[in-house]
Every structure is written in C-alpha cells, then in structure tokens.
C-alpha cells in the first residue's frame, strides 16, 4: 500500500510538472481588464492577483536622471510629444495613464511590487542614445532594486548590448535575457548571460536555438504570443516563458495540453 502511495505521489508531482512546463509573464502586466493600463501599478497588481510567473514593466531615464515607467520613447501631453530621455520628471508626471494614474517613477513602481505576493518582476532596460545614460539608469535600476532586498524577485531584459552586459557587471546573479534576436545561445553564453527573450518569429526560423539553450544551461522567454495558433506553437518548441498580453489565455490552453 506504502508503494502505491508513493508511485501516485509521484505520478502526480510528474503532472503537475509538466502542467507547469512553460510560465507565463504578462506582458506591460495584466492591462487587459477593467481599470488597468499598460504599465501602470494597477496592471502590476493585477498580474500578481492572477498569479503569473512575472509582469513585465519598461523603464526610462527622464532627462533629469530619473528612471520612471513608460513602453515608448515619448508621450502626449495636453497633445503635444515628448520625449522621455528629453523632459524631465516634473513635467513627465503632468502625464496620465489610460486608466487615470500619473506616469509612475520605478521607484514607485518598485515600492508598489514589494507588496506582490506571486509574481516576480521582468525588468526592461529601454535603449538610450548615449551610453552613459545607459549606465547610469543600469546603476540605478540595480541599487533601488538591491536596497529593497528584491534581488531575488526580479529579472532584467534589454534589446541593448550595453544594458545587458551593465547588468551583467553590477549583479553577477541576478538572471539577465538578450531581446534582439540576433545572437546564438553559445555568442549568449560566453556573455554570461541566462538565457535569451526573443520574438516568435526569430524561434519559427531557428527552432533549434531552445535546445541548444537549454543545453547550455539557458532559459527561454519569447515575446509577445497573443494568438492561440502561436501560443500552441511555441507551446510546442518546449519555451520556457511565454510573455503575452493575454495571460488568461495562455493559462487556459496550458491547462488543455
């Protein structure tokens, strides 16, 4: 009876691995419902409250040196353009969300994840014109991160080599992803870095990269899956993070397989 036992609890811990093969990242966090918008706090708890694997968030250097939370290079206000690297914070924060909130600062926003209980937050690092720049927000980004005690609740990922291999330098441990697409896991590898973010498209034409990767040693992320045919694609390819703006619909072919 001993050994049934022991067989079932094994067969079902096998289960529940293989249910939980790919996680799932939502993407700007989980916008896509009643009061959110992408990149807003609210969309940050609200990806905690589903319990995802991560809620992504981009992060910018205003031109005061602040770094505060945005997707694109600029924003609109009272409908003019400004760019975020060119205008600094006071008259960012005259700048509103889609759901009301004020453009949160990533200190704000990093104050508001250390109250999450389940996700862990996948940080993107936005490419600068100037190097320096970069570096100074890579700093900043890691000793906000570092004094709150967060190091093991957070991620980064960057289109930029410079950002990538900053990161690299400042927190030997913490998981750092390449986004471009253009690099093998091995040119990754010899980077130190964890692993790569790429888009669909990119693993469609080299499907083998994810073995090669995982090989190594190396996580795979990919981005940005909404469609189900996708979804079950890279599903497929054995990924191992899947960065959607449909988390709830990640999860439910998930639970199909």
């Given at each position: ?13 096998l289960g529940v691995a293989g249910l939980n093969a790919q996680q799932i990242i939502a993407h ?29 968030v981009d992060v910018w250097l205003s031109s005061d040196g602040v770094p505060v939370v945005n ?187």
């Amino acid at each position: 009876m001993k050994l049934k036992s022991f067989l079932f609890a094994g067969m079902l811990m096998l289960g529940v691995a293989g249910l939980n093969a790919q996680q799932i990242i939502a993407h700007r966090g989980f916008w896509k419902t009643d009061g959110s918008a992408q990149n807003s706090i609210a969309a940050l708890m609200k990806a905690d409250s589903i319990r995802v694997f991560g809620s992504e968030v981009d992060v910018w250097l205003s031109s005061d040196g602040v770094p505060v939370v945005n997707h694109d290079a600029g924003v609109t206000l009272n409908g003019a353009k400004l760019i975020i690297e060119d205008t600094p914070l006071a008259t960012l924060r005259n700048v509103k969300l889609a759901n009301g909130e004020t453009l949160p600062t990533f200190e704000e926003y990093l104050d508001a994840f250390a109250q999450c209980e389940h996700v862990k937050l996948i940080i993107e690092l936005k490419m600068h014109k100037a190097k320096e720049r970069e570096n100074l927000m890579a700093k900043q980004v890691i000793d906000m991160v570092q004094q709150r005690g967060l190091q093991e609740r957070v991620e980064y990922i960057s289109f930029g080599i410079n950002f990538v291999q900053q990161l690299r330098k400042l927190d030997p441990q913490a998981p750092v992803y390449y986004l471009n697409g253009d690099l093998s896991p091995q040119v990754l590898a010899s980077m130190g870095l964890n692993g790569f973010d790429y888009h669909y498209n990119v693993l469609y034409q080299r499907p083998e990269w994810v073995e090669k990767a995982h090989k190594l040693g190396q996580k795979v992320n990919v981005w940005t899956v909404n469609k189900p045919e996708d979804i079950q694609k890279v599903i497929d390819l054995k990924v191992d993070f899947i960065t959607t703006d449909e988390p709830l619909l990640v999860r439910e072919i998930l639970r199909k397989q």
